[in-house]
Nanobody
Framework: QLQASGGGSVQVGGSLRLSCTDSKRIFSNNHMAWYRQAPGKQRELVANIFRGGGTNYSDSVKGRFTISRDYVKNTAYLQMNSLKPEDTAVYYC??????????WGQGTQVTVSS
């Protein structure tokens, strides 16, 4: 029910906008987040957005990424600017906090090359 899209391959400094569609209206009653998992590493929180609109970012993406949500479209977004090779990972959207996350889906691959 949560489908992430918008990933791709970009060069260092490039931008991508990820989208997360929510066919079962999970967003309307939950805090949401974007997570990522790089090869050989644990899944980590990238950014989360509260039902009221407040946001938090991991230190590694603060100032470069922006999380947002559209309740009408049941869609969450992650605008990623000034991308770095260390941003390379599969990105997922899901509930926040992590303990409430379910049904991860396939995610969307982001690859940043130098």
């Amino acid at each position: 029910q949560l489908q992430a899209s918008g990933g791709g391959s970009v060069q260092v400094g490039g931008s991508l906008r990820l989208s997360c569609t929510d066919s079962k209206r999970i967003f309307s009653n939950n805090h949401m987040a974007w997570y990522r998992q790089a090869p050989g590493k644990q899944r980590e929180l990238v950014a989360n957005i509260f039902r009221g609109g407040g946001t938090n970012y991991s230190d590694s993406v603060k100032g470069r990424f922006t999380i947002s949500r559209d309740y009408v479209k049941n869609t969450a977004y992650l605008q990623m600017n000034s991308l770095k090779p260390e941003d390379t990972a599969v990105y997922y959207c899901n509930k926040w906090p992590l303990a409430y996350a379910r049904g991860w889906g396939q995610g969307t691959q982001v690859t940043v090359s130098s």
